[in-house]
């Protein structure tokens, strides 16, 4: 199910989302402050970043995720959510509506790529492969 910006601010939901640029380093389970670093540092921390995921196709959308820098996969992606602006929503990656609106098949979506907004403090540059161990099993 989207999630809404009107029934976010309607409601008084407690969802808030990241924007352009933005990360939050998570400091406990419902908090978090946000990085003032110029690049994401691989320190074992948990982090929620505004980004873009790059369908197979080719297309660009903005999204919100979490990466979990304790180990090289990096991404959570079941924290994947895609803003579609005519929508006025979110979208998690798994919503088969998302697909619809987008007008393409999951077989032309996926696998995607990723690639936050502040860039990761690492030797490889992104954009990243939705896992990491997978594609460099290839």
Sequence with gaps: MPLRLKEIEQYGVPISFEHKGEVTVRTGPCSGSPLQADKIPLDGRHYVCAGTIILKNGTRLQANFEINTHTFDFLERDSVKIYIDKEKAWYYMKEDELYEILGVSKEDALPYTWLPDKPLNYSEQ?????????????
Excluded: I, Q
Aim: proline share 15%.
């Design 126 to 138: 992104g954009p990243y492969p939705m896992n990491w161990y997978e594609a460099n099993e290839e």
